[in-house]
């Protein structure tokens, strides 16, 4: 069974930096992709930034460009979201998402919270 394990979530003050992690396990597959998306208290859930593991393109919302950086590790199914410059209105609960073989699956949620 596939899990998505995160890690990173924290209360900072604006302008500080933040990485989350995800590591997918419990499948011999590659993902095609793993990503992530956030939703804050009363809002939709939204994306945040994606990595493809062929080609290893990357996308981003127009809010995070700029500030954030999603990578991979070289071998494991792992995906980071380094967060700089954070602002109050990045809160939100972080999830990690994993395409594999065609199925996504997601993480928990760690909450990132900026505030002075």
């Known amino acids: 069974q596939v899990q998505l394990v995160e890690s990173g979530g924290a209360l900072v003050q604006p302008g500080d930096s933040l990485r989350l992690s995800c590591e997918a396990s419990?499948?011999?597959?590659?993902?095609?992709?793993m990503g992530w998306y956030r939703q804050a208290p009363g809002k939709e859930r939204e994306f945040v930034a994606l990595?493809?593991?062929?080609?290893?393109?990357?996308d981003y919302a127009d809010s995070v460009k700029g500030r954030f950086t999603i990578s991979r590790h070289k071998t494991k199914s792992t995906v980071y979201l380094q967060m700089n410059d954070l602002k109050p209105e990045d809160t939100a609960a972080y999830y990690c998402?994993?395409?594999?073989?065609?199925?996504?699956?997601w993480g928990q949620g760690p909450q990132v919270t900026v505030s002075a």
């Open positions: 998402y994993a395409t594999i073989v065609s199925r996504d699956f």
């Open positions: 419990g499948t011999i597959y590659n993902p095609t992709a």
């Open positions: 990595k493809r593991w062929s080609g290893a393109n990357t």
